[in-house]
C-alpha cells in the first residue's frame, strides 16, 4: 500500500524540515516539500500538511501574518474543510491563528493571539522575550483531535520561541473550554498543571501548549514534536497517521463565534506626555514586506513605518537625557523622524495591549541610568500608508480587517 503523503509547507525563513521529513517517514508516512508560492493545485494530491517552524518572512509585522495571507493558506483552508489534517509547528502554529484556521469559524476570522512570551509566578513577571528550554506536555482527555492518543501520557517536548502565549478575550474564552478546544496543555513530568513558570513557560492562559479546530483535524502547537529524540511526541505523528488510515467520514464543523469589526478610534496623546518617532537610515525591509502585502491584496499603496515612543515623566526631566543614552533608538542606523503631511496619507498607531517592550525600557532607564523622574514609555509602531487609488476609505477598510498591521487580541489600532 502506498504512503500517505504529507506537504510540509516552507515559507522564506522556514526551517526543522529534516527533522519533521525524519518523523514522518519513522510513522510510515511519505514528506513532500511544499513551497509557498508552488502551485497550489498540487495541494489536492496530499494527504496532510504540516506548516513547519522558523520564521517565515522575518517575522516581519508580527510572526506568521504574511504568510498567513499567501494564496497557499487559501487552498489550505479548502483542503481543511475536506477532513484532511493540518499540523503548525510554532511559527506555523502563528500562521494558523492568524490565518484563522485555529480555532476555526465559519469565515476563518482572526480570533485569538500568539503573543509576547510572558514567565510569571503568581502575579510577578520573572521574565519576556526569547526562551527555549525542554518541557512537558500532556492532551486533554476531552478534546477532538487527529493528533491525540487515547489515554496519552505526558510528553517531554522543546519549546524554542518569543511569541507563545496563547491569548483570546473572555467571550472566546468559554466557547473554547466550552468545546475543548484546548489540545495539550503544559504540564510538570507527573502531568500536575500550574500557570507557574517554570511549568508554563510562556503565561499561556489556560497552561494552553496547542489549540484545535473544532473539528478537530486542524492543531496549531507551539512546542517542537519533530525535533524530540526518543520517541517522546511519538503520540502526535501517530495518531496522525491513524487518523489519515482510518478514512473515516468527516463532518467539518466551524466554531460558532463572529469577530468584530476593527473600528478605529483617533489616537489622542495625554497632554503632558512627549513624542518621538524614530525612522530607519537604511531601507526598512519590514516596510518593503508589508507593503508588497497589502498590493498583493488588491490595494495600490506606498507604507512607511515608524517606532513611536509616548513618554511620561516629570517637567523637570529633559527628554534628551533619556535619547542621549541609545536605549530607545541606535542612532547609527536610526534618527528622529518629522511626519511629512500629504494627500491621500493615513496613519495608524499598534501598540500591544500588554505592551512588555515598553515597559523593559522603563525599567532599563530608571534602574541603570538612574532616571528617577521618568515614569513611563509606551512603545508602539506607526503604520503610514499612501493609497493610490480613489477610494481609500475602502482600501483602507480592506487593509485593517486583513490584520496586516494588528492582532485584535493582543494589540490596538489608532488612528494617528
Known amino acids: 500500500m502506498a504512503k500517505k503523503k504529507i506537504a510540509y509547507l516552507q515559507f522564506p525563513g522556514s526551517n526543522t524540515e529534516n527533522e519533521t521529513k525524519n518523523i514522518l517517514r519513522k510513522h510510515g508516512m511519505s514528506p513532500c516539500g511544499h513551497f509557498w508560492n508552488d502551485s497550489t493545485e498540487t495541494l489536492k494530491s496530499y494527504d496532510g500538511f504540516i506548516i513547519l517552524g522558523g520564521f517565515s518572512f522575518e517575522d516581519r509585522s508580527r510572526s506568521g501574518i504574511i504568510a498567513s495571507l499567501e494564496p497557499v493558506i487559501n487552498e489550505l483552508k479548502n483542503q481543511a474543510l475536506l477532513g484532511k489534517p493540518v499540523l503548525g509547528i510554532c511559527n506555523g502554529a502563528q500562521i494558523l491563528v492568524e490565518s484563522g484556521l485555529v480555532p476555526g469559524n465559519e469565515k476563518f476570522e482572526t480570533l485569538i493571539s500568539l503573543t509576547d512570551n510572558k514567565r510569571v509566578v503568581g502575579s510577578r513577571i520573572v521574565g519576556t522575550g526569547y526562551f527555549n528550554k525542554w518541557c512537558y506536555i500532556k492532551p486533554s482527555e476531552n478534546t477532538k483531535s487527529a493528533f491525540i492518543k487515547k489515554n496519552g501520557k505526558p510528553m517531554r517536548v522543546p519549546v524554542a520561541h518569543a511569541e507563545g502565549r496563547f491569548l483570546f478575550n473572555k ?7 466550552q468545546n475543548s478546544l484546548i489540545a495539550y496543555k ?3 513530568a507527573e502531568g500536575n498543571l500550574s500557570n507557574d513558570f517554570p511549568i508554563n513557560p510562556n503565561g499561556s492562559l489556560h497552561s494552553a501548549a496547542a489549540l484545535s479546530n473544532v473539528a478537530g483535524n486542524v492543531m496549531a502547537i507551539m512546542p517542537h514534536p519533530e525535533r524530540t529524540l526518543q520517541n517522546e511526541a511519538d503520540d502526535i505523528f501517530e495518531s496522525m497517521k491513524n487518523y ?3 478514512n473515516s467520514k468527516f463532518s467539518y464543523k466551524a466554531l460558532n463565534f463572529e469577530s468584530k469589526k476593527i473600528r478605529l478610534k483617533k489616537f489622542n496623546k495625554p497632554p503632558k506626555t512627549k513624542e518621538l518617532l524614530v525612522s530607519t537610515i537604511i531601507a526598512d525591509n519590514e516596510a518593503a514586506s508589508v507593503e508588497k502585502c497589502i498590493n498583493s491584496l488588491g490595494v495600490k499603496a506606498k507604507v512607511k513605518k515608524y517606532i513611536h515612543f509616548e513618554i511620561d515623566s516629570i517637567d523637570s526631566l529633559d527628554i534628551n537625557s533619556i535619547i542621549s543614552t541609545d ?3 541606535n542612532p547609527s542606523k536610526e534618527y528622529i523622524a518629522k511626519l511629512r503631511h500629504g494627500s491621500g496619507v493615513r ?10 517592550v515598553g515597559q523593559s525600557l522603563s525599567q532599563i532607564l530608571q534602574g541603570r541610568f538612574d532616571l528617577s523622574g521618568l515614569k513611563s514609555i509606551k512603545r508602539g509602531v ?3 500608508v499612501k493609497i493610490n487609488s480613489g477610494s481609500t476609505k475602502k482600501d483602507v477598510d480592506l487593509i485593517l480587517n486583513s490584520h496586516i498591521f494588528s492582532n485584535p487580541i493582543s494589540q490596538e489600532c489608532h488612528e494617528y
Not at 171 to 177: A, F
Not at 347 to 356: A, E, G, M, T
Request: aromatic share 14%; with cysteine.
Open 171 to 177: 467571550d472566546l474564552e468559554s466557547e473554547i473550554l
Open 327 to 329: 536605549v530607545l533608538f
Open 382 to 384: 506607526v503604520w503610514e
Open 186 to 188: 503544559y504540564c510538570d
Open 347 to 356: 496613519r495608524f498607531l499598534v501598540r500591544s495591549k500588554d505592551d512588555i
Open 244 to 246: 489519515i488510515d482510518s
